[in-house]
């Protein structure tokens, strides 16, 4: 990717986890400009849910550096408190998604939405409600805002899954496999969702298994396998012609059923 000399939103370098005598992740480094979107695709168990989570810190990582905007995520240097309210703040500025939406199912949809910059910004509740109803609007469910998680179907609930997160106004979107909980049917809905926020230039990593969708919205594609990045390009490339054989075999088998 053409690098500019502007602070990258999220940069990873040398970034090394492991769990036990498993190394997952075995010195990463990537670079994510602002507004830019990168999917992360490859093979189950190559270490690319965990790369996500560690971006937000519910990894700890073992070695190297994770950067939001300039400031550094992880800081074995804080203890306790400290690291707490660190934490909590770098995580106000991403948004994170799952594969299973995680709402709460006491609360509507509207309060699932609006809970986090009330409790943790302070918003007043009108203006709380006022903005979500908006997120709710974007999403498509302005007209589900009192109604419960278990009322909604899966691709319902993602979508308040996405809302909530952009309703504490983040610098970044992580997408855990969002849509691999989904019936195939209710896949696109999301997608749209998604394909919208890449639009209006949101940044947004983006871990997924959907090849198809991975090449058509993201500006940049990185293939891991084994805890290494084995290839990383435009997705005109990387899906097209790659040039690793690894990455060849693997789209071989996923791009056929998918693209
Ligand atoms: N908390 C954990 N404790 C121990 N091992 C873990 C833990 N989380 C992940 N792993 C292991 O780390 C490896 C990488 O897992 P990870 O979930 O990052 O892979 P992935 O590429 O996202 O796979 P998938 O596509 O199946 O979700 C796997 O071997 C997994 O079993």
């Known amino acids: 990717m053409t690098q500019t000399t502007e ?14 005598d498993l190394e997952v992740l075995k010195g990463i480094d990537l670079r994510v400009d602002r507004g830019r979107i990168i999917s992360i695709i490859g093979p189950s168990g190559s270490g690319k849910s965990t790369l996500l989570r560690s971006v937000n810190n519910l990894e700890v990582i073992d070695e190297g550096q994770i950067l939001l905007d300039g400031v550094q995520v992880n ?5 306790g408190l400290a690291f707490e309210k660190h934490i909590n703040h770098i995580r106000q500025n991403m948004g994170m998604v799952f ?18 910059p009330r409790k943790l910004k302070g ?13 709710l609007e974007r999403v498509g469910l302005a007209d589900k805002a009192q109604v419960y998680p278990s009322a909604l179907s899966g691709g319902q609930k993602q979508r308040v899954a996405i809302a909530r997160a952009l309703a504490m106004q ?7 496999e969002a849509t691999s909980a989904l019936d ?8 749209r969702v998604m394909k919208g926020l890449a639009e209006e230039h949101m940044t947004m990593l983006i871990v997924t298994h959907e090849m198809a969708f ?3 919205v993201s500006d940049w594609a990185m293939f891991m396998d084994g805890g290494v990045v084995v290839e990383a390009n435009t997705p005109e490339h990387l899906f097209s012609h790659p040039d690793q054989e690894r990455t060849q075999h693997f789209l071989r088998k996923h791009l056929g059923t998918q693209g």
């Open 7 to 20: 602070t990258p939103m999220v940069e990873l370098k040398g970034v090394k986890k492991r769990f036990g």
């Open 75 to 79: 800081r074995p240097d804080l203890k």
């Open 99 to 116: 594969q299973h939406f995680n709402l709460f199912p006491h609360l509507s949809t509207l309060e699932n939405v609006t809970l986090a």
């Open 123 to 135: 918003v007043s509740t009108s203006i709380a409600r006022e903005l979500g109803m908006e997120l």
């Open 170 to 176: 983040p610098k970044v979107m992580l997408f855990d």
């Open 184 to 191: 195939p049917e209710l896949v696109e809905e999301v997608n």
């Open 214 to 216: 991975a090449r058509d």
